[in-house]
């Protein structure tokens, strides 16, 4: 399949983070490609059903040579010897064997290293644009490597110095965060530093806001805020509900903010079923059927008791209900999730069913839901 026909999401670095764009493929559990670009370089990241596996850079200074010459595996005559050897068609790792540079053995834990330097620094990235592209399978010549997804996320965050980052990524000092069920042990296989761990710990028994967080923490305002984020981006911790009347007078005005939301998408997905059924008349019922196949075990709970036959529109009445019977706490992000994976299961259908054309179409509308 080529690229083209695969979907694809644009947008700008100055509206979101690394972390938060990694995290959101990683939960939706996809094969895609992330591709980021900024003046001077251009760094592109592999993921393989959710998992991080290879990443690749144009910045010079990313190169494979250039990793080993930073860790001391190669000196500076090596380096400048391989250089000089070097040909466009012919691929550096090879030749650092050929040269005795480099063990045969020790060339998949470079590259690891490679692509681990790579994805850290492409962490930092504060402008520029990014692109998301879903595909069936990884491109050829992407070779499969065992990368620690989540640790590399905390391993960026920690080294950013950027402020701008952090807020965006933290968002609101008021917002109340707690640990996710399984937290310790997700931490203990993570391997948590002191400091993450301190700063997790201090969510073992009652939801905290960041404020509070930041008054109970050893660490300065600056790293705790930092540490927090990196939490959020391998889903330590998570938002908390408030309580008493602020609760209440919050869920109204969440329940308002989800209907809009809800509502913006039925009409996509109005639009959508009335193209398809333009095309396929009423089979369209079991098109919507395959629709369903494409979301996660994950979704579907929040999807029960719905059957689309109203024009592909989602009851929110039922959504809302399945919302609280499922006790998810951050229900604004749950939602939007949800929305985006059938919106996805619709893209995905359309083009095994229609082909690129209609595909476009479709993706058009999508982005409808961006503006």
């Given amino acids: 399949m080529s690229s083209d026909e695969n979907l694809s999401i644009q947008g700008a670095l100055a509206e ?8 959101s493929i990683v939960r939706s559990s996809e094969t895609a490609i992330l591709s980021l670009d900024a ?39 090596q380096y400048d010897h391989a250089m000089e050897r070097l040909v466009v068609a012919r691929r550096l790792g090879g030749l650092l064997c050929e040269l005795g540079y480099l063990a ?52 960026g965050v920690r080294r950013l110095e950027y402020w701008s980052l952090i807020t965006r990524g ?3 000092l008021d917002r109340m965060l707690r640990q996710v069920p399984g937290a310790d042990t997700r931490a203990f296989q993570l391997e948590l530093n002191d400091d993450e761990s301190h700063v ?27 540490t927090i984020w990196g939490l959020l981006a391998v ?57 369903v196949l494409h979301l996660s075990p994950e979704t579907l709970p929040y999807l029960s008791g719905m059957s689309f036959i109203n024009e592909g529109r989602v009851d929110f009445d039922q959504l809302l209900n399945n919302l609280y019977a499922s006790g998810s706490q951050n229900h604004g992000a749950v939602v939007h999730d949800v929305l985006n994976e059938l919106l996805y299961g619709w893209i995905y259908e359309t083009k095994a069913e229609f082909g690129p054309a209609m595909e476009s179409e479709i993706v058009k509308l999508a982005e409808s839901l961006r503006r």
Avoid: W
């Fill in 16 to 23: 979101t983070t690394v972390p938060d764009l990694i995290r």
């Fill in 170 to 172: 933290i968002g609101r």
């Fill in 39 to 77: 003046i001077g370089r251009s760094d592109t990241l592999f993921f393989s059903e959710g998992r991080l596996v290879n990443a690749v850079s144009t910045d010079p200074d990313m190169g494979l040579a250039e990793t080993l010459l930073r860790s001391g595996e190669l000196n500076i005559q």
């Fill in 235 to 291: 889903n330590l911790v998570t938002e908390a509900e408030t309580s008493g009347a602020d609760e209440k007078r919050a869920a109204m005005e969440t329940e308002y903010e989800l209907e809009a939301m809800v509502e913006k998408y039925n009409t996509v997905f109005q639009r959508i079923f009335g193209l398809a059924f333009h095309a396929i008349g009423d089979h369209v019922y079991d098109f919507m059927d395959r629709v």
């Fill in 104 to 155: 045969p053995e020790d060339l998949t834990r470079a590259v690891e290293r490679q692509a681990s330097a790579i994805v850290l620094n492409a962490i930092a990235y504060r402008t520029g644009s990014y692109t998301i592209e879903f595909a069936p399978s990884l491109p050829d010549g992407i070779i499969p490597l065992p990368l620690m997804t989540e640790r590399l996320i905390l391993d």
């Fill in 200 to 226: 997790l710990s201090l969510l073992a028994e009652d939801p905290q806001s960041i404020e509070q967080l930041c008054a109970r923490s050893y660490l300065s305002n600056f790293q705790t805020l930092r």
